[in-house]
T-cell receptor, first 114, second 115 residues
């Protein structure tokens, strides 16, 4: 139990385009989801906290207009990277609290902007 | 703000041997959670072990155990009988009771188990 499915696992996009990453809780309801960014050989940095039915809370330094988060249901949160640029290339991971199972992570999305 | 420090960027251990990964943290909270996560090459984050600060007894999960020293704000991970599948990046993480249940991760330790 307590699986978070993240898609796509890998995406390449052209500079200036937008990319949407989905994070879906398969067997539990997630009122709160977290989005992290991880650069190669570095730690996970929290970008934003996604709350179902309300606006996301962004960490300092994260551009909310570039990284649009939508949490419209108890099982789905999406992160859209708008007008992507090469510096947005990174590994993005979502996480959700699954009650007694604790916190579970998605398998991550590797974004490459060319 | 909470900080988590892992002072060992890379470590290696012979298969079947024991290795200890270090982690220190800084917080003003008295009740919190500490975690060790494993990230293998697949990049999937896998929970290894969890410790609640109010529990004095060190957590143990099979070959994995921790040495939790609350006063020293230290939380080390001991891996016994190391296996090749233990090769991964290991992250120490802190979660307080305030601030929205977010993780604060250390910079990670890359562990290689040598056959």
């Amino acid at each position: 139990g307590a699986v978070v499915s993240q898609h796509p696992s890998w995406v390449i996009c052209k500079s200036g385009t937008s990319v949407k990453i989905e994070c879906r809780s398969l067997d539990f309801q997630a009122t709160t989801m977290f989005w992290y960014r991880q650069f190669p050989k570095q730690s996970l940095m929290l970008m934003a906290t996604s709350n179902e039915g309300s606006k996301a809370t962004y960490e300092q330094g994260v551009e909310k207009d570039k990284f649009l988060i939508n949490h419209a249901s108890l099982t789905l949160s999406t992160l859209t990277v708008t007008s992507a640029h090469p510096e947005d290339s990174s590994f993005y991971i979502c996480s959700a609290y699954a009650g007694t199972y604790g916190y579970t992570f998605g398998s991550g999305t590797r974004l490459t902007v060319v | 703000a909470q900080t988590v420090t892992q002072s060992q960027p890379e470590m290696s251990v012979q298969e079947a041997e024991t290795v200890t990964l270090s982690c220190t943290y800084d917080t003003s909270e008295s009740n919190y959670y500490l975690f060790w996560y494993k990230q293998p090459p697949s990049r999937q984050m896998i929970l290894v072990i969890r410790q609640e600060a109010y529990k004095q007894q060190n957590a143990t999960e099979n070959r994995f155990s921790v040495n939790f020293q609350k006063a020293a704000k230290s939380f080390s991970l001991k891996i016994s009988d190391s296996q090749l599948g233990d090769t991964a990046m290991y992250f120490c993480a802190f979660m307080g009771r305030v601030g929205g249940n977010q993780f604060y991760f250390g910079t990670g330790t890359s562990l290689t188990v040598i056959p």
